[in-house]
């Protein structure tokens, strides 16, 4: 019986919130934001115009991160018909991130590496606290120190375990 994906709303918000908080980051020419009372910098974040872009991206992070996570195997990208989600799927012989080609709110930083920690922590519920752990881990070993703080701490007010 496999466990049910309690925090997936949690995490769905408290990542929406982030995203947002970038989205008012860019908006503003600045990258300079007050989070919680601590005036900090939020790197920029990629944006990808191509299915192609995001898997050069997805290579050069699993490269980046290969020795933390040796048995991750190879990650493919496929464009995804649909405009609602993106998804990470995998079985015996393949490991696949579905984007939507033809929306920009998947073709960014934040969504990808998302998907790509699902491959790095392929854990029951897909939500659960390993996964959140290894995708603040991963942001912020490929963005920086402040997007896995930004992180934490939105899921943390969103009581994400």
């Not at 007050?34 to 290579?59: C, I, S």
Request: aromatic content about 8%; proline content about 7%.
């Amino acid at each position: 019986m496999t466990p049910r994906d309690i925090q997936r709303a949690k995490v769905y918000a408290a990542e929406e919130f982030v995203r947002t908080l970038f989205d008012r980051a860019a908006e503003h020419g600045t990258r300079a934001i007050e989070f919680f009372g601590t005036q900090m910098t939020l790197p920029p974040e990629a944006r990808f115009a191509t299915v192609a872009a995001v898997q050069r991206y997805v290579d050069d992070v699993l490269s980046l991160v290969g020795s933390r996570w040796p048995a991750a195997g190879p990650l493919t990208v496929r464009a995804r018909r649909g405009t609602t989600a993106a998804h990470y799927e995998r079985d015996e012989n393949a490991a696949t991130i579905a984007v939507p080609a033809r929306t920009s709110w998947a073709l960014r930083e934040l969504v990808v590496l998302h998907e790509v920690a699902h491959h790095l922590e392929p854990c029951d519920p897909p939500h659960g606290p390993q996964f959140v752990a290894t995708f603040c881990e991963l942001a912020e070993a490929v963005m920086g120190p402040e997007v896995g703080h930004v992180l934490r701490v939105v899921y943390a007010k969103e009581d994400v375990r």
